[in-house]
């Protein structure tokens, strides 16, 4: 995943309601499979079985975050954990059509959650959060952003 995507992520993070923060989640994880991919391509295992470490720390955030008291919460708990199986195998294997599987999995969640972020109104998760403005400034094709120095403290209040 490259600096950009992560600061753009960090952002979204920042100002995400419930239902953005799963799908932001599965959007990292489809990223890290990618890139998992990628770097088994090019033979740099090691660099694989990190970006899968990194795929399945966002499934285990999914995991937990999951309410399984609910018919669709147990079976989303179902495909996460099938999802983690799949990918420790393809770790150990280097298969990449196991993670290739698991990829597209995730991509189809990612597109239900897509419509679901389309009817959920609720409040972002964090609050005193900074401000962040963007806007097109000093050229006709730059965009700059600028955040706003409000408050010191910011995120979640304990």
Known sequence: MTQEKK?????????????QMI??????VIEYL?????????????LSE?????????IDELIRSVNRSVEL????HEIYIFSKKELLLAGVT???????????????????Y??????DTSGQVMGNTQAVYAGLTYGRHSLNEAVAAGQMN???MA
Do not use: P
């Not at 919460?73 to 989303?76: A, F």
């Open 114 to 119: 897509l419509e679901i972020e389309n009817t």
């Open 7 to 19: 600061q753009e992520l960090t952002l979204r993070i920042s100002q995400a309601n419930k239902t």
């Open 73 to 76: 919460g147990r079976n989303l």
């Open 154 to 156: 910011r995120g979640f």
């Open 34 to 46: 990618s890139d998992s991919r990628d770097a088994i391509s090019l033979g740099e295992k090691e």
């Open 94 to 112: 280097g298969n990449i059509h196991r993670i290739w599987k698991v990829e597209n999995n995730f991509k189809s969640l990612h597109d239900a």
């Open 50 to 58: 990190r970006y899968l470490t990194y795929a399945q720390s966002c």
């Open 23 to 28: 799908t932001i989640l599965y959007e990292m």
